[in-house]
């Protein structure tokens, strides 16, 4: 892809463009923002713009033999990095110091086929210490004709010193408009295209992340739903049997916890949305409107808000190792008291 054919993210495109058209261009940039809205899409358009054989000096032609080459990861001078597993059942995929010690071996030489050599590092905030540490030296001596460009959701995880080497450029969430143009164009490319309402469904939840958008698998969500809102709805010291069953149900499964808090999340925002009168526009789940605006009123504002606080200590508290079924007890018993 281009930068002319990557929908949204105009400020940080502009950034690059004009470096390019000033030759300006930094050792090292730090993409970082949401997850999913184009940060790697973007390194990959300045990396072929840079090398580019095309006649346009501010973008990638997308056709050329260098353009090609780094669309499909064959380019010499182009190296991309992300966090591996070490074995599968490993919880977090790293970086890990030998990976940047074999990129400085490649990066001690002049570029090979191209112009300037660029290197992209996906989820930068995976490098592990001695990584980042070693990848320090090369950004305190960058070597000469290459571009380090770093990838990142979640850059507080990172050494200051680290990012304080880096030119930062902040992405945003997509309009709701661009993920549907994306969304739709995938679907269509893998030959089964998604109705108009499914389409609004997934726009509505994507968050303004492509991937969100993409992945969500409709009918699980719409039972998870369900399950959720009677939990939300009838939950209350005279009905103690819904708590220890939710609990007791949902221990088990360790690895969809933290999905199903983010529902819960999504759905408790929304009714306290409803409850304080908000435009349908801001509203996740509104496809359920006719079931939500009810519940709504059920409770105060303050009771939504207490229990959207009780469901966020929950998920930190749970992404370390506490014991699940006990926390998720105390979160519920939390939604009875805010009555
Ligand atoms: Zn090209």
Known sequence: ?????????????????????????AHAYLFYGPESVGKKKLAIALAKALNCKGADPLDACDECESCRKIERGIHPDFFYLEPVKSTPTSREAVIKIEAIRELQKKLAYLPYEGKTKVVVIDSAELMNPQAMNSFLKTLEEPPSSTVLLLISSNPNRMLPTLLSRCQGIQFHRLASSDIRTIIQSQSQEEGKPWTESELDFRVHRSQGSVDRAMAEDIDEIENLREQLLEVLEKVSFDRMDIVF?????????????????????????????????????????????????????????KAWLDRFTAVRNTQIALSGNANAQLFLENMLIEFCEAA
């Open 1 to 25: 892809m281009s930068f002319e054919s990557i929908l949204g993210q105009s400020q940080p495109k502009k950034i690059l463009t004009n470096a390019l058209q000033n030759s300006s261009v």
């Open 245 to 301: 069953a939710f609990a007791k149900a949902w221990a088990r499964h360790t690895e969809q916890l933290q999905s199903v808090l983010n529902e819960l999340l999504g759905l408790i925002r929304d009714l306290a949305l409803y409850r304080s009168g908000c435009a349908q526009s801001d509203i996740q789940n509104g496809d359920l409107s006719a079931t939500m605006i009810p519940i709504a009123q059920t409770r105060s504002l």
